[in-house]
């Protein structure tokens, strides 16, 4: 696959990595406490995968090709050699269940697997042995064509397993189909929240129409005695804008608590930072001057004659 120019790395492994579903307990090294007892998750896997996959390798190196399947030789993640304390090395040995100890031999940079939105790194090993790995994965030249890529691919594995179909599978939608319900949540969430503020919108319309019809007296007498069209919207905007300081004032906190606990959940998060804060005040205010400002300047250019003659 590499001979053909258009595959930059390839690997085999018996999990497709953005999923692991085995996992294990009984691991033993030197120095582990009793009461240690960790659920680390597993993958066997050839050398070339973490190349194809893009996952760093910080300490020490891959497996090579030579005595697979026959070499005690595991490598770890970083959350795994935390875990295991000064042992958690290269040259480190682990076994599991009292069995042969494996060496380490390299120690990848953590990822986040399985629930990936939530989930913080969990402890990992991969076995050196690929007679199990049934997940081929291929990472493409930088700058070669897609199409031209999956052809030279697909000539090359047919040519070795013509009896089996073909089925390329991208990681990036297998990745966003991880996240499919946050965007329909994500979409609910807007829509909902459109809708709260095209009914907030009505409301105060309805409100200061209202207020600009009992007061259209004192706007005419206001008028005749020289107020200006400013004075007048902000007469009638100032009781508007003290209930939604009140209540941003009231809705502030409560928003503050509820993001953080939910963004508590996540592994990975944002901070709320107080400029989301501003700039949510700052947005409400300008939708509420726009929606009063109607009315406000309809009653503050209206004739203060037509107002005042039936009295």
Known sequence: LINTGYVAGTGLSSQDMIKIVNSGSGYTWQGKEETVNPFVSNAHISPGIFAALGIPISEGSDFSFGNANQKPEVIINRSFAKLMGDEGRIGGTISRFNANPMQIV????????????????????????????????????????????????????????????FEPIFMDETFNRMFSNYHLTKKLIT??????????????????????????????????????????????????IQLLTIAFLIAVPLAWYVGNYWLEGYGYRISLGWYIFVATGVLVVLIAMLTMSVQSLKAATANPVKALKTE
């Not at 120690?107 to 199990?132: C, L, Q, T, W």
């Not at 459109?194 to 009505?202: E, G, H, R, T, W």
Request: aromatic residues 10%.
């Open 106 to 165: 390299g120690i990848v940079e953590d990822f986040v697997y399985n629930d990936i939105s939530r989930a913080k790194a969990e402890p990992v090993i991969f076995y050196h042995y690929y007679g199990n790995a049934k997940n081929l994965f291929v990472r493409i030249q930088e700058g070669k064509s897609g199409i031209e890529a999956i052809t030279a691919i697909q000539d090359i594995l047919m040519a070795h397993n013509p009896g089996k179909l």
């Open 191 to 240: 829509l909902f929240a459109i809708l709260a503020v095209i009914l907030s919108c009505l409301g105060l319309f309805g409100l200061s129409a209202y207020s600009a019809e009992q007061r259209v007296k004192e706007i005419g007498v206001r008028k005749i005695l020289g107020a200006t069209v400013w004075n007048i919207v902000s007469l009638l905007g100032s009781n508007f």
